[in-house]
């Protein structure tokens, strides 16, 4: 992906100003993440609404203190790990708590708003904003007559 987008990046930039930062940001997710997408715990990630969105990360035998959520450089990073000292015996284990990060890469213009563990199920909530400037806006032209009129009221 990254060869690919170096070769077509010139040709995109022709009516493109300051999307650098963003090719940068696709250059670094594409070799930093997609090789090392980890399966567990296995989670969803659902649009809920135009601008919502919801996380939903599997947790059975995980409680509140056992789940680490931060968010660093548009980085959302989960991790888990369950601190136990007793000795278990187990005829059969099948439920997996072994320590775990799932790194989630977000857009400047999503917010985590909030985060719940219901029955096992971390659910964490993100909504997509739009700044005032990124709006759309009309845009007045003067004409000669009202550029010299408002320059005499100025002065």
Do not use: C
Not at 10 to 15: D, F, V, Y
Not at 101 to 124: P, S
């Amino acid at each position: 992906m990254t060869n690919d987008l170096d070769k077509i990046w010139p040709s995109l930039t022709k009516g493109a100003i300051g999307f650098d930062d963003l090719v940068n940001r696709i250059k670094k997710f594409n070799a930093g993440t997609l090789p090392t997408v980890p399966t567990y715990p296995p989670y969803n990630i659902k649009k809920t609404d135009e601008n919502t969105y919801v996380i939903e990360v599997a947790l059975a035998g995980f409680s509140k203190n056992d789940i680490t959520l931060e968010l660093r450089d548009s980085t959302l990073v989960i991790s888990g790990s369950i601190k136990s000292n007793e000795q278990n015996d187990y005829i059969f284990n099948g439920i997996a708590d072994r320590a775990f990060t799932h790194r989630f890469t977000l857009a400047d213009t999503i917010e985590v708003k909030n985060a719940d563990l219901i029955n096992g199920m971390l659910k964490i909530w993100l909504e997509k904003f739009i700044p005032e400037s990124s709006k759309p806006k009309i845009i007045d032209i003067n004409d000669g007559s009202e550029t010299k009129s408002k320059k005499k009221d100025v002065a």
